[in-house]
């Protein structure tokens, strides 16, 4: 299969990280962006001041935003919101060639029908081959060129070994897996469970606390990727634990910052406010906690952050309610 060129859907941070990514491969890149702005400061400047700032951009990037313009790219990469890629993917649905690998990196899961990314873009664009890319990866330095490495995950063999060639420029490795249910469940709570560990050092608990989160954190996500069907390997890797230790390390992400606020004091609204970027584990958060309930599962941490940001429970309660749960076997649930 070709692969000379690549549309990038979403001019955000990431989008832009991955064009910045796969232009180094050596592709040419269509970066298509909602926002007039984005495309002229891209097209004008070479940087996307709105969402990344600061970071010069490659060359072979051209930014657009038509759809239309994505129409003959050998590959795409799907990168809005996750609570926007059905509308993104059927905005692009005419443009659309079967066929086309379309990779998603989007994490989270669908309010309302509770669907993973991968359920989105088989009811959305049924001819599509679908792939998941996730992993630790904070924009900014991914798009500087500093050093990471990422899962893959594609049900095809041939297919996955020729898109981890293909996009893999110096310093960005892509390790390839065939669970794309794994690969998504990961970034899908890592999100979630990164404002917890903010709310844990926002409140001062300690570097105990914030490990013992982690790592019952992992065991939830592990949990919920086997319930969907996902393998447990999967989680343990890059797309699972990689993302969750990266995502519970630094304010840089957000969503760790948003929990770190909530920790100090602010309401979900303070914490908010004014802010352009995206906070996934504030939007996925109530599917999270109807999905996991759906199953069945045992995930107290992410539905003491889904009751937080619902307003049902404060920072103490929930707290309070982890810490006073029946004592158990470790490996139990
Ligand atoms: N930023 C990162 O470091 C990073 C890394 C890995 C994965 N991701 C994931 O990538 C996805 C995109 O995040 P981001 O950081 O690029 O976003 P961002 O916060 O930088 O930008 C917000 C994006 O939302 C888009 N948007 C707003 N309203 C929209 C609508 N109605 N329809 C479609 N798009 C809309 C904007 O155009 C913009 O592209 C998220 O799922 C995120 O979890 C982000
Ligand atoms: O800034 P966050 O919290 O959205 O995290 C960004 C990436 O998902 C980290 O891998």
Redesign the pocket.
């Known amino acids: 299969m070709q692969m000379k060129t690549a549309g990038v859907i ?6 832009t990280a991955l064009a910045q990514v796969v232009a180094r491969a050596g592709l040419a890149v269509t970066l298509q ?3 007039t702005e984005v495309v002229d400061s891209i097209t004008r400047d070479r940087v996307n001041a709105a ?1 990344l700032p600061g970071i010069e951009l490659d060359p072979a990037i051209r930014a657009k935003t038509e759809m239309a313009d994505l129409a003959d790219c050998d590959l795409v990469l799907a ?4 609570q ?1 890629l059905r ?2 993917l059927e905005a692009f649905r005419p443009h659309f060639r079967p066929g086309t690998p379309v990779i998603l ?4 899961i669908e309010r309302g029908t509770l669907k993973l990314m991968t359920d989105v873009l088989a009811e959305t664009l049924p001819e599509a081959t679908p792939a998941v890319l996730s992993g630790p ?3 900014g330095e991914v798009a500087r060129g500093l050093p990471t490495a990422v899962t893959l995950a594609v049900a095809d063999a041939d297919l996955g070994e020729a898109l981890m060639a293909r996009l893999s420029p110096p310093g960005f490795r892509l390790y390839l897996t065939d669970d794309l249910i794994g690969a998504e469940a990961g970034g899908a709570l890592k ?1 979630v469970l990164a404002i917890a560990c903010g709310i844990v050092e926002g409140r001062q608990l300690g570097r105990s606390a914030h490990a013992a989160l982690i790592t019952r954190g992992f065991a939830e996500m592990t949990r919920l990727c086997v319930a969907l069907g996902g393998r447990a390997e999967t989680v343990a890797g890059l797309c699972g634990l990689g993302d969750l230790v990266l995502t519970c390390s630094s304010p840089q992400s957000r969503n760790m910052s948003l929990g770190l606020a909530l920790g100090e004091g602010q309401t979900v609204e303070q914490a908010l406010a004014g802010k ?3 906070a ?1 584990g504030y939007q996925s958060a109530p599917a999270v906690r109807d999905l996991g309930l759906k199953l069945g599962l045992d995930m107290p941490i992410a539905y003491g952050v889904a009751a937080l940001l619902a307003g049902e429970a404060t920072v103490d309660q929930v707290i309070g309610s982890l810490l006073s749960r029946p004592l158990r076997a470790e490996t139990d649930g």
């Open positions: 979403g001019g955000g941070a990431w989008g962006a909602r926002e969402f990168v809005p919101p996750a926007h509308g993104t990196c989007s994490k989270g990866s904070f924009a999100n352009r970027s995206v996934e």
